[in-house]
């Protein structure tokens, strides 16, 4: 293992996936006063752990994605793809995860209820798109040499 091969990016990737999981534990959600909004039948505050059922799992896994590619980075691991590659797909994913369930395809909860983003929500996204970020800063670091036509 050589510490010495980590790059900017992969630190930025780091502090991006901890902003993404500490972000899961502020409000993300809340239903306002006096209001029949109701979120799991319940009203309040809500994180993203007390808001959905599966995509908590997907942000939280795809909070590991900088540290497997310090790991590949690290040990000198051949690739197929340029690191950092996978990275960015991640954060892109999560970052289009997080808008669809809260602008796009509306807010969690019942129909027609009163329920509000709270800052959790957008520390989460600016988590996704650091992640993004990483992926693509390491990724245009690596540079791919031409190869000659005709060969595989």
Same mark, same amino acid.
């Given at each position: 293992? #050589?510490?010495?091969? *980590? $790059?900017?990016? =992969?630190?930025? @990737?780091?502090?991006?996936?901890?902003?993404?999981?500490?972000?899961?534990?502020?409000?993300?959600?809340?239903?306002?006063?006096?209001?029949?909004?109701?979120?799991?039948?319940?009203? @309040?505050? /809500?994180?993203?752990?007390?808001? /959905?059922?599966? *995509?908590? /799992?997907? *942000?939280?896994?795809?909070? %590991?994605?900088?540290?497997?590619?310090?790991?590949?980075?690290?040990?000198?691991?051949?690739? %197929?793809?340029?690191? @950092? =590659?996978?990275?960015?797909?991640?954060?892109?994913?999560?970052?289009?995860?997080? !808008?669809? #369930?809260?602008?796009? !395809?509306?807010?969690?909860?019942?129909?027609?209820?009163?329920?509000?983003? &709270?800052?959790?929500?957008?520390?989460?996204?600016?988590?996704?798109?650091?992640?993004?970020?990483?992926?693509? *800063?390491? $990724?245009?670091?690596?540079?791919?040499? &031409?190869?000659?036509?005709?060969?595989?």
């Amino acid at each position: 293992m #050589n510490v010495s091969r *980590l $790059q900017r990016s =992969e630190y930025i @990737g780091f502090i991006s996936a901890a902003v993404l999981l500490l972000a899961m534990f502020l409000p993300w959600f809340a239903t306002s006063e006096g209001s029949n909004g109701r979120i799991n039948g319940a009203a @309040g505050s /809500f994180n993203a752990w007390d808001t /959905f059922a599966v *995509l908590d /799992f997907l *942000l939280a896994a795809a909070c %590991s994605a900088p540290f497997i590619l310090a790991w590949i980075v690290t040990r000198g691991h051949d690739l %197929s793809w340029r690191p @950092g =590659e996978v990275t960015m797909i991640v954060g892109m994913t999560a970052f289009v995860l997080i !808008l669809l #369930n809260g602008i796009v !395809l509306g807010r969690p909860g019942e129909p027609d209820s009163e329920i509000s983003l &709270r800052f959790g929500y957008f520390v989460a996204m600016l988590g996704a798109l650091g992640l993004c970020l990483s992926g693509v *800063l390491r $990724q245009a670091s690596g540079v791919r040499t &031409r190869r000659p036509p005709g060969t595989f």
